[in-house]
C-alpha cells in the first residue's frame, strides 16, 4: 500500500493542525508586540529612567506659526488647517516599495525619505494588527487550497526519503508542517500590517522628523550613543522575548534597522535632555512624603525576629517509626526549653540533634508558614516541631522589632517625579526645536 494512503495520513494532512503547530494563539500578540519597538523597547530596557525620560513624540503644538523664529516660512505639519502645506499635499502611497528615493519631508534640510517613511510605518502598524492578522491565518487554514499544499508538502517529504520507515518519514513530515505553519502565519501577519500602513504614514512621517531634531540637537551637544549600546538593547528585547537576534530580525519584518534609528534616537535625547535639565531638577521632599503616604500598602512595616532552631535530623530511609521517634525527641527537647538562654542545653544529649542561632531576619525573608508562626508566636516561645527538609524542626522567637520598609518606596516615589519633571521639560524643549527649525513637507 502507498505510503500516501496509509489510514494514519488524514491526521497529519490537516490544515487545522497547522494552528497548533505554528503556535499561533501564542505567537500573534508577541509579533505585534515586538513590532513596536522603539519607546516601548527603551523605556522596557530601563533606559528610560533617571538618566532621562523615554522618547518625547508629542509634536500637537509644534507648527503653530507660520514663519520660525529664523525668519523663513515653515510648512505646518500634517493634518493643520484648510490652506496649509501638509493638508494640500498628496498622501504618501500605501505601497511600501514605491517612491522610495523620493523625499517626504526636509528637516532644517536633512531629508527624510519616502523609504524610510515606509519602513517606519511597517514597524508602527504591528500594534493593530493582531486580530485581523489572526483572522486572515484561520481564513487561509480554512482554505481547500492549504490542505492540497499540505498534499503535495508530504509527496515531496515521501520522494525524497524513500527507504526510510514511516515513523521517519512522519517525522519529519510534521517538522515541515510546522515550519509551513509559521510561514503562513507570517503571511497573515504582513498581509494585516501592510493593509494598516495608511492610517501609520502620517504618524511615521512626524516621528521621523522628531528623531532628526533629536540626533540634531544631540549632535551639537557631542553627545554620541556607541553601536555597541544600541545593540546591547536590541540584545535584550530579544532576550526578553526568548529569540535569537536572527529570530527577532525575522519577527519584525526582515530588518532592525528602522529599530535602531528609534532606539538611537531616544538614548541620544535622554542624554540631552538629562545634561541640560538634569541640574535643574528639585523634587520637594514634601512632595515625595505625599506620594509615599498616598500609595497602597504604604503604611505596612516589616517585622524584623531573633530566631533560634533546633533540627533534628531524619534517618537517610524515611521509615514512619523514625519520623515517630524523632518528633518524639523534639518534644522531649521542647519540655526541656524554658527561655531563649536554655535552647542550646535542651538540645544537648538528643541524637542527631543541632542548635542554631539564626540572629535577626525579616518576616517578609521567611517561607510560610513558618513565617506566620513565628509572627504569631510569643517572645520566648518555641513552636511546636514541624517536619523540614530532612529534618524536624524547632524554631524559637527570642524577640522582634519593627522595620519601617518605606525606603525602597521613598526612592521610587523620588525617581517617578524627577521622571515626571524630565518629560514635561523634554517636550518643551522638542516643541521649541520644531518651532526653530525650518521643516518642509513635500
Known sequence: MPFLYDKRLPSIIRPAGIAVAAGLFLTFGAIAALAQGGTVAVTGDGTGGLLGPPTVGNTDAAGDKATDKKGRKKSAPAAKGKGSETASREPVSSDP???????????????????????????????????????NFEAIIKNPKTTERLKALLNQVVQANQGKSREEII???????????????REAFESARKASLPAVKKQAIEEL????????EAKKQS????????????????ERNKMTLDQFTKQVGGSIDPMKSRIRAALSWNEVVRRRFGPLINVNTKDV????????????????????????????KME?????????EAEKVRSRFTDCKSTAAAATGIPGAKFENIGKRKSSTLPEPTRTLLLNASDGEMLPPSVGDGAVELYVVCGRDSVKSDADKRTQ?????KQ??????????????????HIEYR
Open 223 to 238: 553627545v554620541t550613543i556607541e553601536d555597541s549600546e544600541v545593540d546591547r538593547v536590541i540584545t535584550g528585547i530579544a
Open 209 to 216: 522628523i522628531d528623531e532628526r531634531l533629536k540626533l540634531q
Open 97 to 135: 516599495v514605491g517612491g522610495e528615493n523620493v523625499i517626504e519631508v526636509l528637516v532644517n534640510d536633512e531629508p527624510v525619505t519616502g523609504f524610510e517613511v515606509d519602513r517606519r510605518a511597517m514597524l508602527l502598524s504591528g500594534s493593530g494588527v493582531q486580530a485581523q492578522a489572526k483572522a
Open 420 to 437: 515626571k519633571e524630565f518629560e514635561v521639560m523634554a517636550r518643551r524643549y522638542l516643541k521649541d526645536l520644531r518651532e526653530d527649525a
Open 289 to 316: 512624603d505625599k506620594m509615599v503616604a498616598t500609595a497602597a500598602g504604604s503604611a505596612q512595616e516589616d517585622v524584623e525576629l531573633q530566631i533560634q532552631r533546633v533540627q533534628i535530623m531524619l534517618p537517610k
Open 171 to 185: 517525522a519529519i513530515f510534521e517538522k515541515k508542517k510546522k515550519d509551513f505553519g509559521m510561514n503562513l502565519q
Open 320 to 328: 514512619e517509626h523514625g519520623i515517630a521517634q524523632r518528633i518524639e
Open 413 to 417: 516615589a523620588e525617581g517617578e517625579l
